[in-house]
């Protein structure tokens, strides 16, 4: 009953934005030119065009057909069927220097998965492919559920995600549609200067596609199956459909549009669970001329899905004192343990959670001499619902004989029952932000300057409303083979809302100038500069517990710089050498022993000396990087509260550290060979704890030791197998550790590689893809959003997929 609301909600949306643009695009699509003008008909002679005769009938002779025929081909435009494939490289990107900059002249790590690498991997929400991303970790379902070089960056707020290089995302607990993105980019480290408050682990950022000039119309359909131990073929299905439309309205190409539609059904692997999604893409750009343009973006989503809280370890080692002096079987090295057969579900048939989001983008250029101007927007309205029983932090575990165990140990053993917290929660966020600047070059060719000075900011607005929060009661589950859907004491599938319920309402203004200088001497050395003044504003309070959760304001005034050095050893070999700084003011509803808020921000510098080579035919590109980062005003609970209100008592801690080397290949020998591989050696730990001096050297959560992905793509040449094509990816994770070294639960998980597999075929304009996820059928904990949460990866799974252009 979904997809049919689903779509009138698309065709609504279309029809609205066709009024905009004075389009049919109905019509755009079934006529497939936009000329203004009727072309005669390639069926008929010329003759039978004029209006005059267009009452008598013609009657055509077997030669006149076959003419006519023939002429209709010579129209066709040709198709060939060619065995290259479009390069994954890209030689120049903006993102890391705002200005349009050669990646061997970046003194920084860059990774680019483009549209054609996107492509191959056959994605069809951005959760496809972020495993290939080097130096990105999964911890979180949400959006910004990662590690970057092991640092976190997940929480409430969304500094370290951006879209076109702004901040706000219309869909933040689900996965996010392909179907608009062109490539993604990977900064690494942290890069204030350039966009604001951030963590310093990286900077992800999204590229949608934009409108072109070239008429073109791609469909595009897809369909899945989980073929493994738990689902068997056929068991649980899925799929997807889009459509993109692009191409020029007038004929002095002024005015260009694109529109994409895409409807995604990828329920997750797991028994009961789905996933259901809508996007609508519209954008249109006005170009007076070369130098000057204007585009306009409008972006709808909405996500439907059943919430999956993944599974309890169950832990088997004997209980023993942790550091801190608590029992605990689930601390350290030694920790033994279990996990539930991976198709075990806790939540319930009728646990949902709903995720919807309009955006809208403006991008403005226009050129003056050697100077440009731009002007950059993004305004986001996001709103998520969630309503589940579920198991966290404060779910109780339960002995057979009845007794809940206080204080609460946050580990399982085989004989545990779960009794799980009811959570009824309404967000909503709010982000309005914009980004201009002026670019230009002076100087002679031999000492050339290229200046970039700039503001940005905006206000980021936070509503979290519990409309039930609570509280620990029956029904209890069993670890294994847990019975779902029962009913409460009230009869009722939930208990009734109102229990700690809240309504906190952060807002944050940040308002940033900034300035940098990219020096090109002599074309062999390359010096780069940036600096930039914040001032950041926030506010928060519980609208419904003012007393425990009072009024509070602060003001953070930060400068951040970075300098950078590029050596040209050669014309293909460079040696690089950077160091950057971050900062991130803390949440201002934490306070202090005096209930006062106002810690310093987080703050965060790094150090990368690299090499970079890249051959003369750009076919082979390599990079490789020692890195330093140093993350410090780290805000942790001291375990004890404010008596007065109840409140948790935060406090500024230690240091964490994260350290390592990275490398990437990109090489495409030849025309129809293509391979990616990233290999990452890292350890990201606690550096200095005051309050928990036990815990220096600890190993950060969700930050593996080891990882590296690979993919390759070949195309036969042969003539039997003309338009046939093969593609491999592997994936590997090292082990790493989950929970929290200053809690009861730290143990470590297990790595894991995963071996992906693809068949393409194209004939003529359409093109056919067969990709295999997970070959293996490997059993793996995919992400860790905490020590009770482990989120499993999904089984075998077999995508086909088709696409047309014309």
């Known amino acids: 009953m979904r997809t049919p609301i689903l779509m009138t909600t698309l065709l609504r949306r279309a029809a609205r934005w066709r009024t905009v643009c004075g389009l049919t695009f109905g019509l755009l699509l079934a006529a497939g030119n936009i000329s203004g003008q009727s072309a005669p008909s390639p069926d008929l002679p010329a003759a039978q065009t004029n209006p005059s005769e267009a009452a008598s009938p013609v009657t055509l002779t077997p030669s006149e057909l076959s003419q006519a025929a023939q002429e209709r081909a010579v129209q066709l435009d040709p198709v060939y069927v060619s065995a290259a494939i479009g390069t994954y490289h890209e030689t120049t990107s903006s993102m890391a220097s705002k200005v349009p900059t050669n990646t061997m002249d970046l003194a920084s790590s860059l990774e680019i998965l483009n549209h054609n690498a996107i492509t191959d991997r056959n994605a069809n929400t951005l959760q496809d492919i972020f495993a290939y991303v080097g130096g990105v970790n999964q911890t979180q379902t ?143 750009t006005y170009r007076a001329n070369d130098r000057t343009e204007f585009t306009i973006k409008l972006e709808s989503d909405q996500d439907y899905r059943r919430q999956d809280d993944g599974l309890f370890p169950i832990f088997t080692s004997p209980i023993i004192p942790t550091p801190q002096g608590t029992a605990s079987a689930a601390y350290g090295a030694g920790a033994r343990y279990y996990l539930p057969p991976f198709n075990t579900v806790y939540q319930n048939t009728y646990d949902f959670g709903r995720d919807k989001g309009e955006a809208l983008s403006t991008f403005f250029r226009t050129a003056i001499g050697e100077w440009t101007f731009r002007l950059q927007t993004r305004s986001v309205w996001h709103q998520d619902l969630t309503q589940e029983d579920t198991q966290n932090s404060t779910s109780i575990f339960v002995l057979p004989t009845g007794v809940k165990i206080t204080p609460k140990p946050a580990y399982a053993v085989p004989q545990s029952l779960i009794s799980r917290q009811y959570n009824d929660i309404l967000n909503g966020h709010r982000w309005n932000f914009f980004d201009a600047n002026v670019f230009g070059t002076i100087g002679p060719d031999k000492f050339k300057n290229t200046i970039v000075v700039g503001m940005g900011g905006g206000t980021e607005q936070f509503d979290n409303q519990r409309l039930g929060f609570g509280p620990n009661v029956t029904p209890n589950v069993t670890i294994l083979n847990p019975i779902i859907n029962q009913p409460y004491t009230n009869g009722l599938p939930y208990p009734a809302n109102g229990t700690a319920t809240q309504h906190v309402k952060n807002r944050s203004t940040s308002m940033g100038y900034y300035a940098t200088d990219q020096a090109r001497i002599l074309n062999r050395l390359h010096l780069s500069y940036g600096i930039r003044a914040d001032q950041y504003v926030q ?9 425990k959760t009072p009024y509070q304001s602060e003001i953070v005034r930060a400068v951040d710089e970075q300098l950078g050095l590029v050596f040209n050893l050669t014309r293909e070999l460079a040696f690089y050498s950077s160091w950057s700084q971050s900062t991130t003011p803390n949440t201002v509803t934490a306070i202090n022993a005096q209930g006062r808020s106002g810690f310093p ?33 780290v805000l942790v609970l001291s375990g004890q509260t404010l008596p007065t209100t109840g409140q948790g008592i935060f406090r500024v801690d230690g240091a964490q550290h994260s350290e390592g080397a990275e490398l990437e290949v990109e090489w495409h020998p030849i025309p129809n060979l293509q391979v990616q591989i990233e290999a990452d050696v890292m350890k990201a730990f606690v550096a200095t704890s005051a309050q928990n001096p036990y815990t220096q050297g600890d190993d950060l959560a969700g930050a593996p030791r080891t990882s590296g992905t690979f993919w390759g793509r070949y195309n036969f040449t042969l003539p039997q197998l003309k338009g046939f094509g093969l593609g491999l990816g592997v994936i590997n994770v090292g082990k790493q550790w989950a929970g929290d070294p200053t809690t009861v639960t730290y143990f470590v998980l297990p790595g894991w590689t995963r071996v992906d597999a693809a068949l393409y075929y194209r004939w003529h304009r359409y093109a056919f893809a067969l990709n295999v996820q997970n070959v293996g059928d490997r059993r793996y904990i995919q992400s860790v959003q905490s020590a009770e949460y482990l989120v499993p990866g999904e089984q075998r799974k077999l995508t086909f997929s088709f696409d047309t252009k014309f």
Not at 257 to 271: A, C, F, H
Not at 539 to 547: A, F, Y
Request: charged share 20%.
């Open 539 to 547: 506010t928060g309070i519980d609208l419904l517990n003012p007393v």
């Open 601 to 633: 921000p987080e703050a965060g510098e790094q150090f990368e000396n690299g090499f970079k080579f890249e051959a003369p035919d750009n076919r082979l590109s390599a990079s490789i990087c020692y890195f330093f980062i140093s993350r410090t005003n």
């Open 142 to 284: 949400n959006i910004n559920g990662f590690t970057f070089r092991g640092l976190p960056v997940s929480g409430s707020f969304l500094q370290n995600i951006e879209f076109d290089g702004l901040m706000g995302t219309p869909l933040k607990k689900s996965a996010q549609s392909a179907a608009n993105v062109y490539e993604l980019e990977y900064l690494k480290g942290p890069n204030t200067v350039l966009y604001g408050q951030m963590h310093p682990g990286g900077l992800m950022n999204i590229v949608s596609k934009s409108p072109q000039d070239k008429q073109g119309i791609e469909l595009r359909a897809s369909g899945f199956t989980y073929a493994g131990a738990f689902k068997k073929f056929g068991d649980v299905n899925g799929g997807g459909m889009s459509i993109d439309a692009t191409g020029p309205i007038d004929s002095g190409h002024h005015w260009l549009y694109r529109v994409i539609g895409d409807l995604e059904s990828t329920p997750p692997s797991r028994p009961g669970d789905f996933d259901r999604l809508a996007s609508v893409f519209s954008m249109l």
